[in-house]
Structures are given as C-alpha cells and as structure tokens.
Nanobody, 126 residues
Framework: QVQLVESGGGAVQAGGSLRLSCAAF????????MGWFRQAPGKEREGVAA????????TYANSVKGRFTISQDNAKNTVYLQMDSLKPEDTGMYYC???????????????????WGQGTQVTVSS
C-alpha cells in the first residue's frame, strides 16, 4: 500500500522560507517520479516541481524556478521542497504525489500522478 505524508507547511511573510517534507511509505519509492503540486482557492491545481528518485533529474514550473528546490533523501524515502523568496501568490494547499511514468526519461509535471498525500497548507502574507 502506498502512503504519502506531507509536513512542514505554515504561515510566513513574503520573502520568507519554508521547507516541505513528503515521507513515502510502501515498497515503491525507488525509481519513481515524486512531485509537488499546489492548489489555491478557486484555482486549478498546478505542478510545482518533480524529482526522479532513481537519479537526480528534476523539473520545475517556471513560476518557481530559482526560488524553490526539490531534493530527496533516499535513505529516509523522503522528498523535500525548499521554498525561498516566497510570494503571496505561492499561497495554497501543497500536495505530494508519485507516479511511475516518465516521458523521454524525465519526470514531467503533466504526467498522471496516481498517488497523493493529504496536503499541507502554505500561507504567504504580504
């Protein structure tokens, strides 16, 4: 059984930082794409970043490039999202997700992520 558990959300002022964690449980972690997604009230869900757990391949949404960093600790089956220079528009519920699909050998945020966590709230005030 696959289970993803997010933590690390909270409230921060613009310009601040937060680090989200996603712990993965179940015999599936090796060789999958782990992604972070977010959804603000009234808006569609948006892919933020993804990482391939079998290597160092990463991908980012243009809106977070240079500010967010996705990383992994394979010994802990955990993926992190370091968020710096936060903006009010980064506010939303952040979800961790996983998929076995890669396209052209890379993780893509538009893939069908079949496994999801419960989400953690991030609020950035101006």
């Amino acid at each position: 059984q696959v289970q993803l558990v997010e933590s690390g959300g909270g409230a921060v002022q613009a310009g601040g930082s937060l680090r989200l964690s996603c712990a993965a449980f179940g015999n599936f972690y090796s060789g999958v794409c782990m992604g972070w997604f977010r959804q603000a009230p009234g808006k569609e869900r948006e892919g933020v970043a993804a990482i391939y757990t079998g290597g160092d391949d990463t991908t980012y949404a243009n809106s977070v490039k240079g500010r967010f960093t996705i990383s992994q600790d394979n010994a802990k089956n955990t993926v992190y999202l370091q968020m710096d220079s936060l903006k009010p528009e980064d506010t939303g519920m952040y979800y961790c997700a996983a998929t076995f699909f890669r396209y052209g050998g890379s993780c893509v945020l538009t893939a069908d992520f079949g496994y999801w966590g419960q989400g953690t709230q991030v609020t950035v005030s101006s």
